[in-house]
C-alpha cells in the first residue's frame, strides 16, 4: 500500500480524507489505513469512531476491513457537467507534472470531486474523461525535482498571503549565489518550469526569478503591501515587448504564419502589413516580421518547433543560442 505523502495533514483533512478513501476502496483494513496515512493504528481507531459518532455509516465487511453502508453520499457539489467537466480535465493538465506533489495534489482534488457529483454528472465526466487523451507522449517528460515543486508550495503560500520571502537565488550570467529579499506578486509557468514574479529590494524594482535556481527559500512572517498600479498580466505583456526588451526579426513561411502569430507569446508588427496571413502557398517569399522579447533562451526553444519554416534575421545573440540548442541535438547523433 502505497504512503500518503502528506502526513501534516489536519485531523479533520484526514477524516474527510478516510470517507472519500472507504468509498473509493472498500474493505481497507486498519493496518492500511494507518499506513496510507503515516499515522498509528490507535489514531485510526479514534478516527472510526469520530466518523461513526458524526453519522457515518462505518461497516465491518466479511472478507475483512471497513467499509461505508452503500447510500452514502457526501452533499452534492452543485456545478454543470460542462464545469465539472472544466475543473477534472485542469486536474488531468497537473498530472502531467509527474511524480511530484503538484501531481498527487491534483489527484487528490479529482478524487474529492468526483465524489460529491451528483449521480449524472459523475457518469458524463467519467466517459468524457476515458476518452480524452492530454498530449500520449508526455508522460512524465518532465520530471520536476521535489525540492522544487517543495519550493513552489512555500511561494504560492507566500503569494496568496502577501508574505516577504529571503532567498539565496542562482545567477546564471554572472554564476554568482546572491542573496535576495522579495514581495512575491505571482507565479508564471513558461514550457518547463516556474517563475516568480517579484519585487526586489535588492534592485529595487520587480524582477523574474527562475524557481529552480533558487537554492534556499524562506518565507517570513511579516506582510507587504501590493505595489500601487502594478497589474500582473500587463506586466508580463509588457516585458515581453517592453523598451529593455532586443527587437527580434526572422522571416516566416506563409504556411505556417497564421500559428506564428497566433502562439507567438509577444505582439508582432509585420513589415509588409498590407500583405493578409494567406493560407499555405510555399511558392511565396516568406512574411517578415518584427517583435520584442526578452527571453532570448526562452525564445530560441520556442522558435525550434516550427523547423525551417521560420529564420531568424536578427539579434545574433538569438541566432547563437539557436545554434547552441541544434549543436547539443546534434551532438547526440554524432
Given at each position: 500500500m502505497a504512503q500518503n505523502p502528506d502526513k501534516e495533514g489536519t485531523r479533520t483533512d484526514r477524516l474527510f480524507a478516510m470517507i472519500l478513501l472507504l468509498q473509493q476502496r472498500p474493505s481497507m483494513t486498519s493496518r492500511d489505513l494507518a499506513e496510507y496515512f503515516g499515522v498509528s493504528r490507535r489514531t485510526i481507531f479514534r478516527d472510526l469512531r469520530s466518523l461513526t459518532d458524526s453519522g457515518v455509516p462505518l461497516a465491518y465487511s466479511e472478507g475483512g476491513g471497513y467499509e461505508i453502508l452503500e447510500g452514502y453520499q457526501l452533499p452534492p457539489l452543485m456545478v454543470t457537467a460542462r464545469e465539472a467537466a472544466t475543473l477534472l480535465v485542469g486536474t488531468e493538465f497537473m498530472k502531467l507534472q509527474g511524480e511530484t506533489a503538484l501531481g498527487r495534489d491534483a489527484e487528490e482534488v479529482a478524487l474529492k470531486i468526483k465524489a460529491v457529483l451528483p449521480r449524472e454528472v459523475k457518469d458524463f465526466v467519467s466517459t468524457l474523461l476515458d476518452r480524452t487523451v492530454l498530449d500520449p507522449f508526455w508522460t512524465q517528460a518532465v520530471a520536476h525535482e521535489a525540492e522544487e515543486t517543495e519550493r513552489w508550495h512555500k511561494v504560492s503560500e507566500a503569494v496568496a498571503r502577501g508574505q516577504r520571502v529571503v532567498m539565496e537565488y542562482w545567477?546564471?550570467?554572472?554564476?554568482?549565489?546572491?542573496?535576495?529579499?522579495?514581495?512575491?506578486?505571482?507565479?508564471?509557468?513558461?514550457?518547463?518550469?516556474?517563475?516568480?514574479?517579484?519585487?526586489?529590494?535588492?534592485?529595487?524594482?520587480?524582477?523574474?526569478?527562475?524557481?529552480?535556481?533558487?537554492?534556499?527559500?524562506?518565507?517570513?512572517?511579516?506582510?507587504?503591501?501590493?505595489?500601487?498600479?502594478?497589474?500582473?498580466?500587463?506586466?508580463?505583456?509588457?516585458?515581453?515587448?517592453?523598451?529593455?526588451?532586443?527587437?527580434?526579426?526572422?522571416?516566416?513561411?506563409?504556411?505556417?504564419?497564421?500559428?506564428?502569430?497566433?502562439?507567438?507569446?509577444?505582439?508582432?508588427?509585420?513589415?509588409?502589413?498590407?500583405?493578409?496571413?494567406?493560407?499555405?502557398?510555399?511558392?511565396?517569399?516568406?512574411?517578415?516580421?518584427?517583435?520584442?522579447?526578452?527571453?532570448?533562451?526562452?525564445?530560441?526553444?520556442?522558435?525550434?518547433?516550427?523547423?525551417?519554416?521560420?529564420?531568424?534575421?536578427?539579434?545574433?545573440?538569438?541566432?547563437?543560442?539557436?545554434?547552441?540548442?541544434?549543436?547539443?541535438?546534434?551532438?547526440?547523433?554524432?
Open positions: 545567477v546564471e550570467s554572472r554564476k554568482e549565489l546572491t542573496k535576495r529579499r522579495v514581495d512575491p506578486l505571482g507565479l508564471v509557468y513558461y514550457t518547463d518550469h516556474w517563475n516568480l514574479i517579484a519585487f526586489d529590494h535588492l534592485r529595487s524594482e520587480v524582477r523574474n526569478f527562475r524557481l529552480d535556481r533558487a537554492k534556499s527559500l524562506f518565507v517570513l512572517s511579516e506582510r507587504f503591501t501590493w505595489p500601487e498600479g502594478f497589474d500582473l498580466p500587463a506586466y508580463l505583456l509588457e516585458r515581453g515587448m517592453g523598451a529593455d526588451a532586443p527587437q527580434i526579426t526572422v522571416d516566416v513561411a506563409r504556411n505556417v504564419l497564421r500559428r506564428f502569430e497566433a502562439e507567438l507569446p509577444a505582439r508582432l508588427e509585420r513589415e509588409n502589413a498590407s500583405l493578409p496571413p494567406e493560407p499555405a502557398d510555399e511558392g511565396r517569399d516568406p512574411v517578415r516580421v518584427t517583435f520584442q522579447f526578452d527571453n532570448l533562451d526562452y525564445m530560441a526553444a520556442w522558435l525550434l518547433r516550427f523547423s525551417a519554416d521560420v529564420t531568424i534575421i536578427s539579434p545574433d545573440a538569438l541566432i547563437d543560442r539557436l545554434r547552441s540548442a541544434l549543436s547539443a541535438i546534434a551532438s547526440k547523433y554524432e
